[in-house]
């Protein structure tokens, strides 16, 4: 996979709400909330141009009742892949244009993980542009290296992790 960052795209908004549509229809009653998450949820924030999806429902099981349907939008169904009690899927192949992490309603570590950092970068606009010229800057050095690239950004994301989670927590999360 090519790792490429662009400068943010306002369609992304619109993207994820075409694509939450679609979603919300398959999921139907068993789906709770769902969140754009990741980059390309932060305005102005440089990104992969791929879509982080975040639905969270009441029972993860069911979620896999549902894998032929996302297979037919165009995801493939890759289970938990290496966290556990979440479901992937992801779209578009080597050129990912969307990325679902499907999680229960009480996992509340990585469903406020994902929302505290979006949301702390939302209202950091600095941490947000250095973490935007970090990615930028490893995509140059590592243009065909996901692993490289994201080993890069490993540890500004756990410091990133840590900070918003401990504002989110003092201020209540949402």
Known sequence: MNVVITEYNDNW????????LKIKDIFGD???NIHHIG????????????IDIMPVVKDIEKT??????MEQLGYECMGELGMKGR????????NRT????????????D???????RDYLRTHPDEANRYGDLKENLAKQFPRDIE???????????ELERKALNGYEMGGGR
């Open 64 to 69: 896999d009742s549902f894998n032929e349907r």
């Open 87 to 94: 479901r992937y899927f992801r779209k578009g192949g080597d």
């Open 148 to 158: 490289a690239y994201m080993n890069g950004k490993d540890a500004f994301v756990k």
């Open 39 to 50: 980059s390309t949820s932060v305005p102005g924030l440089k990104s992969k141009p791929i």
């Open 30 to 32: 068993e789906l709770t």
């Open 13 to 20: 908004k619109e993207a994820f709400s075409e694509e939450a």
């Open 98 to 109: 969307h990325q679902v992490h499907v999680f229960q309603g009480d996992n509340k570590e």
């Open 111 to 117: 469903i406020t993980r994902h929302l505290a950092v």
